[in-house]
């Protein structure tokens, strides 16, 4: 191998390493949950990939609907691909830039995998280049909007190309350059990140504080994959009505079903939420450690924190299949109750970055999730107030005597 | 003001960093601890901040240890990272440092000696590093600590930060406080007339 082959594998090499681990971080709950719904609607529902493509083909509100969805879910993986600030260094590298974009890029456009295997499988080899293509560069535009005439033409092409109907070789081919020339264009925007922001006072009380500074880093630094989890929760809600419309459920069964979609939906969005802050308590720990911050103040902090997303992604869940399936008062705060539970011990069971194998976290949330929603299948809607209760306890009564590092 | 440090050892991946490190300090003022790269200031720092844990020793203020929590209310710390949660912005980080303290934010004044609305706005990590470690000093000063711990507190600081930074040094030894200080800025150490002192091989000299 010559030497020019050698440095882009090097570069290669680490920018996977880097880039990939956190890609396939953010990753594993969308591919779980994408299995999850794919499950329900390819296996019980009799669905096939072309009759989703059929049905983004004839109206271009489900086309639409569905491109934003899958734009928005991918976002953050595109953007993890992209930006580690250990992989700045390699930029003052003697390397050819293409050689530092193209495995960026590469990962940025693997991580549309779901999507390129819909298309491939519903509409064929050209139309999965194309919208796996389109996909990466909307994503990347909505990470870092082009700021020079030739990316906002990109964006412009591919969402012209998208708005059609179906994939031509033109269509395709276009997609292609502007995933190219959005790649190099999202590249140099990168390192140039600059937020301002609105303050938000902070109350007196140590645990509230902290709660609150939890949930703004929420909404700050983790908003898409929140936004992630309600689009989630939102099909989630629609697989309950399908199930509950195609198996003529009662309305004690729909609630239940209802439930446990519930208290699944809830422990993917708050799992992935408590890792986030679990890796802002590490980085931020001196903090904790010098203000003679407690560990019972940390963990109940986390908790609070993710018991709220996993409750708000509950009541959107319930405020759905309420009105869906006619659900009773009861059976709506079951779900909301469920949800806050499973948060809350999403929040005790993650475990902080580094201390456990990569996808263990995400095998351990699944748990809690399938187990929630299997648990709701045997108490129905009592199930609610018993996770409520089980992730209260856990929150309140297994903090550690000692000054350890949170949920170590 | 009594700083009190007997036996303190250390060791950082089975290498001994501090060695039966031994010092007392009885009366305010600011301490100034130099050594070469390496030599352990940042560890001790850290060991004292409770921020890493002693293998051995006591420290005390004022009698009260200060590996208990409670005590650690007592000091400001300034990390040479300076690297506070990157998502808050400057004035966020500062109601949560007052809270986790129970104390009350800085006074105006010394937030006018620090800047503080040229920081305004941002998160801290778009912040630089002279304007995040002004952030780490106001915090730092929240319930006007006994013992302030700042490791390297002049890098990334431009010529005003720096005077800032020797006034509000001076002020805390007036006030009855104890700084130590890690450096390597000589002209600084003599600009806060500091007592100085050699980290080399663990332990402490004059």
């Known amino acids: ?59 271009p509100w489900w086309r639409g609907g569905l491109w ?21 260094f390699l930029r003052s590298l003697p390397v050819a830039r293409v050689t530092l974009i193209a495995p960026h890029l590469a990962l940025a456009w693997l991580a549309q995998l779901p999507w390129l295997i819909l298309h491939a499988r519903g509409a064929g080899t050209m139309a999965a280049l194309g919208a796996t293509s389109a996909a990466t560069t909307l994503a990347l535009a909505a990470c870092w909007p082009p700021r020079r005439l030739l990316g906002l033409v990109a964006a412009v092409a591919t969402l012209v190309a998208v708005s059609l109907p179906s994939w031509h070789a033109e269509a395709a081919a276009t997609a292609v350059l502007a995933v190219l020339v959005m790649g190099s264009e999202a590249f140099a925007a990168v390192p140039e990140r600059a937020a301002r922001d609105w303050r938000l006072p902070l109350p007196h009380s140590p645990s ?50 209802a439930t446990g979609l519930a208290a699944f939906v809830a422990a993917l969005g708050a799992g992935g939420a408590a890792l986030f802050l679990l890796d802002v308590e590490r980085r931020a720990r001196w903090v904790w450690t010098t203000t003679g911050t407690t560990a019972a103040t940390r963990v109940w902090a986390l908790g609070a924190a993710t018991a709220l997303v996993g409750a708000a992604l509950a009541a959107w869940h319930a405020a ?30 993650a475990r902080p970055r580094g201390e456990t194998k990569p996808g263990s976290d995400a095998l351990r949330i699944a748990a809690l999730g399938l187990g929630s929603a299997m648990l709701a299948g045997l108490l129905g809607r009592w199930a609610g107030p018993l996770l409520f209760t089980a992730g209260l306890g856990a929150t309140l009564g297994s903090v550690p005597r000692e000054d350890p590092e949170v949920n170590r | 003001m009594n700083l009190h440090l007997e036996h303190l050892d250390k060791q950082l991946g089975g290498r ?80 949560l440092v007052a809270a986790l303290k129970r104390a009350a934010r800085p006074p ?33 000063l929240i319930g006007s600590p006994k013992l302030l711990l700042l490791d390297e507190p002049t890098n990334g600081l431009d010529a005003t930060a720096m005077a800032a930074l020797a006034g ?20 600084f150490a003599e600009r806060i007339a500091a007592r100085r002192l050699r980290l080399v091989a663990g332990r402490l000299f004059p």
Not at chain 1, 68 to 87: C, G, I, T
Not at chain 2, 110 to 132: C, E, F, K, N, T
């Open chain 1, 1 to 59: 191998m010559d030497v020019a082959t050698l440095r882009s594998t090097a570069v290669a090499r680490v920018v996977f390493t880097v880039a990939g681990r956190e890609l396939a971080r953010r990753a594993a709950p969308l591919y779980v949950g994408l299995g999850v719904t794919a499950a329900v609607l390819f296996g019980g529902n009799g669905m096939k990939a072309r009759n989703v493509i059929g049905i983004m083909h004839a109206s």
């Open chain 1, 68 to 88: 934003l969805a899958w734009v928005a879910a991918a976002r953050p993986l595109v953007q993890a691909a992209f930006s580690p600030r250990e992989l700045f």
């Open chain 1, 208 to 257: 509230l504080a902290l709660a609150m500074t939890h949930l703004l880093g929420l909404a700050r630094e983790h908003r898409l994959p929140l936004l992630r989890a309600m689009l989630f929760t939102t099909a989630a809600a629609g697989a309950a009505w399908l199930g509950a419309a195609n198996n003529d459920l009662s309305p004690a069964s729909a609630g239940s079903l």
């Open chain 1, 320 to 349: 759905l299949s309420g009105y869906a399936l006619g659900l009773s008062a009861f059976a709506v705060a079951a779900q909301i109750l469920a949800g806050a539970g499973v948060g809350a011990l999403a929040g005790r069971l």
């Open chain 2, 16 to 95: 001994p960093i501090l060695c039966d490190l031994s010092l007392t300090v009885d009366e305010p003022g600011a301490v100034a601890v130099f050594g070469d790269n390496g030599a352990g200031k940042s560890t001790l720092l850290s060991v004292l901040a409770g921020v890493l844990r002693a293998d051995g020793g006591r420290a005390t203020l004022d009698g009260a240890s200060l590996f208990e929590p409670a005590t650690r209310r007592q000091i400001g710390y300034v990390p040479e990272a300076a690297d506070p949660p990157g998502h808050l912005l400057p004035d966020e980080y500062l109601d």
């Open chain 2, 108 to 140: 105006a004044q010394i937030l006018d000696m620090l800047d503080w609305p040229s920081l305004s706005g941002r998160r801290v990590a778009a912040l630089s590093l002279g304007q995040r470690r002004r952030t780490c000093l106001a915090a730092a």
């Open chain 2, 168 to 187: 509000l040094v001076t002020e805390h030894t007036r006030g009855g406080g104890l700084s130590l200080i890690a450096t390597h800025d000589e002209v």
